[in-house]
């Protein structure tokens, strides 16, 4: 089954998160992809607890971030979060930020998220609960 999991959230871009030639520091994609994250996850009910009440942690492994276009103070962005599905037992999401004036493309990425038992091992399967819920969601 190939059915895509969107969400997408506007932020606003604020005065602390632009450097000295007016634009958004780069570090702060990051933040925005995790304001992505975060929507997709209370949509879609795969949220940080959601997976923290499984007894199971999903750490970040891997961040791409590709800038296209500067965000500036006062400008407003849209943040798009796209699941990828995978057989692995990883969690992957693509990420599109634009600019909400114009929907000018400002920046892409990608995360990659592991499952690890609350002791830090490694989960080499899916966990059953992701497995069920890639079935809810039509995803298997």
Not at 82 to 98: D, L, Q, W
């Amino acid at each position: 089954m190939n059915k895509d999991l969107v969400e997408r959230i506007e932020i606003k871009i604020r005065f602390g998160e632009v450097d000295s030639m007016k634009i958004v520091w780069h570090g702060n994609y990051l933040k925005y992809f995790e304001d992505g994250r975060e929507a997709f996850g209370e949509r879609y009910g795969l949220g940080y607890l959601d997976v923290f009440n499984h007894h199971v942690m999903i750490p970040i492994v891997k961040v791409q971030c590709d800038f296209i276009k500067p965000l500036e103070y006062g400008d407003s962005a849209i943040v798009e979060t796209r699941f990828v599905n995978s057989e692995a037992a990883k969690i992957i999401f693509e990420f599109r930020i634009f600019r909400k004036s114009d929907m000018e493309l400002a920046a892409t990425g990608s995360s990659v998220q592991v499952f690890l038992t609350p002791e830090g091992e490694l989960l080499l399967t899916a966990p059953e609960f992701f497995i069920g819920w890639k079935k809810h969601w039509g995803l298997i």
